[in-house]
């Protein structure tokens, strides 16, 4: 049903446009102030750490220099470089350990997994000049198709989801709000991936990898989930190289699984309208009709207080009901039989 439907283009669109974009630019605004307090806080808290460690480092490398005379500075530099780069394409230095090369199969799927999920670790990247050109090439087709397959995925479980918020409001909806509903089925949806795709991950990470704790467990779990992909935390390094293969994949299959319920939850979110705030920050009114103009849509629109309306080929036969002031002329119209096909005026009301 739509009261008091009127015209765009009608008085306060031009105000409305100025709100708009008065809190677009405070969004920018704030979006900046967040980033420096974000880098001001990070700095206080991780520069101390860093040149603690970068204290020792060089004491311990003064006091080895000083133990082995026959080195001489130089040379420990490129050897330790050497080792460093060594490290970062997959080959330990170390005798006692014995590493799959990154690109192994195990490996190598879970780095198209990452690439193709835009996680991108970064601890293993392409050596060769047709690993670039390919890595290139299989991105471009393969970031496009994995979200066509998300988007065919997510829909599929809105359907149980769904299902789930149907029998919510009606066993709860002659007590609570359809808002309060819809907050309740988002926090049911919101638990039941933390605890399949963060707490029991968590608790199985921390267990198989013997130099991560909880915490680091639960953090590796967030970065991954959440495409960051900082790669300071790789599960995998230090199992024994003949379940390693068989360990990557399985981690390929969480990082696209894990990726799909995160979708799942924000969806969820953003179906709620109360909840999606980037309603506030884009145009309306002549901006939408100005986009609907330009993709060759020609059904009327009207703008309400709900946002932009555009009445569907059967709302034509809908009736339009008017209401006349009190006092006025209660003799019928030859033309109130008959509705007119001009605009509707403020004083009309559209019964679904």
Not at 74 to 89: G, H, I, M, S
Not at 308 to 333: C, F, K, M, N, T
């Amino acid at each position: 049903m739509l009261l008091g439907a009127w015209p765009l283009g009608a008085k306060g669109s031009n105000s409305n446009q100025k709100h708009n974009k008065f809190r677009f630019l405070l969004l920018i605004g704030g979006y900046a102030v967040f980033l420096i307090l974000g880098a001001s806080i990070f700095s206080s808290i991780e520069a101390p750490k860093i040149a603690d460690i970068d204290r020792r480092i060089d004491a311990f490398r003064d006091e080895f220099l000083d133990k082995n005379r026959c080195l001489n500075d130089t040379d420990l530099e490129e050897f330790l470089a050497a080792v460093v780069k060594a490290n970062d394409r997959g080959i330990s230095p170390l005798r006692n350990v014995s590493n799959e090369l990154n690109w192994g199969f195990g490996q190598s799927l879970f780095f198209s997994s990452t690439i193709v999920t835009t996680i991108g670790y970064g601890h293993v990247t392409p050596l060769s000049q047709t690993g670039k050109i390919f890595c290139i090439i299989y991105a471009s087709f393969g970031i496009p198709l994995t979200l066509v397959l998300l988007t065919a995925i997510i829909e599929r479980l809105l359907i149980p989801a769904n299902w789930l918020l149907g029998k919510l409001n009606s066993s709860l909806g002659h007590l609570y709000q359809p808002f309060n509903i819809r907050l309740l089925h988002l926090t049911i949806i919101v638990t039941i991936v933390a605890i399949i795709f963060v707490a029991i991950p968590t608790i199985i990470f921390s267990y198989l990898e013997p130099e991560w704790g909880t915490l680091d467990a639960l953090y590796y779990c967030f970065i991954t989930l959440t495409t960051i992909g900082l790669g300071d935390y790789i599960p995998g390094e230090s199992v024994e190289p003949e379940n390693r293969s068989l360990y990557k994949i399985c981690i390929a299959i969480y990082l696209i699984c894990g990726l799909i319920a995160v979708m799942l939850c924000l969806t969820v979110f953003y179906d709620i309208p109360q909840l999606n705030l980037g309603q506030l920050f884009t145009e309306n009114g002549t901006g939408e009709t100005e986009k609907l103009r330009l993709s060759g849509n020609a059904a009327p629109c009207y703008s309400g207080p709900s946002g932009l309306y555009i009445p569907q080929q059967d709302e034509e036969r809908r009736a339009v009901v008017r209401i006349r002031p009190h006092g006025g002329d209660e003799s019928p119209s030859p033309t109130d039989d008959q509705p007119s096909s001009s605009a509707i005026t403020h004083s009309d009301i559209r019964v679904p």
